[in-house]
C-alpha cells in the first residue's frame, strides 16, 4: 500500500490578493481538495499545460525535496512553481523522508551540477552514479544509470515524465526497475507521463488532468493508449486527414 495516501488542498488559506494568479487560478486544481492516492504507482497525465508538473513539483516542495544538496535533487525554476505548496497537506503511514523529485526538463543542470561538485571534492562525486560523469553518456544512458543508481528500495520518487529521453527498450527497463523496487512494499512512485508504455505498469492508479477535474482512469481510456494503437494500426489514415488541403 502507499505510504502517502492522501493531498489535501485548503483553498481557504488561499491570500486573496492571490486567488486569480498562478497556480491558485487554475480550474483543474481548484477542482481538487482531496487525492486519494491508492496505488504505489500513480500516473498523471493529461494534456500539455493541464497542471500535473505544477502538482506534482508542489507535492516535492511539501515534502522537502525541492532543493539541490542535503535532500538533493535539483531544482525549483522559481518559486512561483511551488507555491501551491503553501496550501497542501499530505498524509502519511507511516511518515517517509527518503526519495527525491525528478524532473526531465533540469536533469542536464543536474549533470553539470555533479559535474563542478566533481571538481571540488573529486571523482567521489560519481559513486552513485556509476563512477563517470553524466555527460559522458547519452542521455538516455545518463537517465537510466541515474534511475539504477538512485532510485532505492525505500522512497517516495516524484518523477516529471521520465520517459523523455528513453527509448522503447529502455522504458521496458524502466518499468523492471519500478516492479523490482514496488516489490520490496516501500517504494512508491507518482509520475507524470506521456508514454502509453509506462502508464501500463499493472495495477497502477492513473489520474487524468482535463481542463476542470482530476479523474482516475482505465489504461485503455486514456487518449495516450487508444490514439497510439489506433494510429500504429491506421497510419494511412492519419496522414489523409493530416496532409489533405482542406481544413
Ligand atoms: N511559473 C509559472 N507562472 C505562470 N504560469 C505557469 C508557470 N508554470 C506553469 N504555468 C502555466 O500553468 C499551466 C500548467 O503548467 P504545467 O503544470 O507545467 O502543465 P503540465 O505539466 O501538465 O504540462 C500551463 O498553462 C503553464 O503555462
Ligand atoms: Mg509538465
Not at 491570500?15 to 486544481?29: C, G, I, N, S
Not at 523522508?97 to 567521489?124: H, K, M, P, Q
Not at 547519452?138 to 516529471?160: C, E, I, M, P, V
Not at 512508491?188 to 477535474?213: D, G, K, N, R, V
Request: aromatic content about 12%.
Amino acid at each position: 500500500m502507499p505510504f502517502l495516501k492522501r493531498i489535501n488542498l485548503d483553498w481557504d488559506n488561499v491570500p486573496p490578493a492571490d486567488e486569480h494568479q498562478f497556480p491558485f487560478q487554475m480550474p483543474v486544481l481548484r477542482s481538487l481538495s482531496t487525492l486519494h492516492l491508492e496505488s504505489n504507482v500513480t500516473f498523471l497525465t493529461g494534456e500539455n499545460g493541464s497542471g500535473k508538473s505544477t502538482l506534482l513539483e508542489s507535492i516535492g516542495h511539501s515534502c522537502g525535496f525541492s532543493i539541490i544538496g542535503g535532500k538533493d535533487l535539483v531544482i525549483s525554476k522559481q518559486k512561483d512553481n511551488v507555491s501551491l505548496a503553501s496550501i497542501m497537506r499530505l498524509s502519511w503511514m507511516p511518515k517517509v523522508n527518503s526519495g527525491f523529485y525528478f524532473r526531465a526538463e533540469t536533469f542536464d543542470a543536474f549533470a553539470n551540477y555533479i559535474d563542478e561538485l566533481a571538481e571540488d571534492v573529486g571523482s567521489s562525486a560519481y559513486g552513485p552514479y556509476g563512477g563517470k560523469s553524466l555527460n559522458e553518456r547519452s542521455h538516455g544512458q545518463a537517465f537510466l544509470t541515474f534511475f539504477n543508481n538512485r532510485l532505492d528500495k525505500k522512497g517516495l520518487y516524484l518523477l516529471d515524465e521520465p520517459e523523455s529521453a528513453l527509448s522503447p527498450q529502455s522504458q521496458l527497463s524502466f518499468l523492471r526497475l519500478i516492479w523490482e523496487l514496488e516489490q520490496s512494499g516501500q517504494a512508491q512512485f507518482i509520475i507524470a507521463t506521456h508514454s502509453p508504455i509506462l502508464m501500463a505498469y499493472p495495477h497502477a492508479q492513473i489520474l487524468h488532468f482535463s481542463e476542470s477535474s482530476i479523474e482516475p482512469i482505465q489504461y485503455e481510456e486514456t487518449e495516450h493508449y487508444s490514439l497510439t494503437r489506433d494510429f500504429l494500426n491506421n497510419r494511412d489514415r492519419y496522414f489523409n486527414m493530416l496532409f489533405s488541403d482542406d481544413e
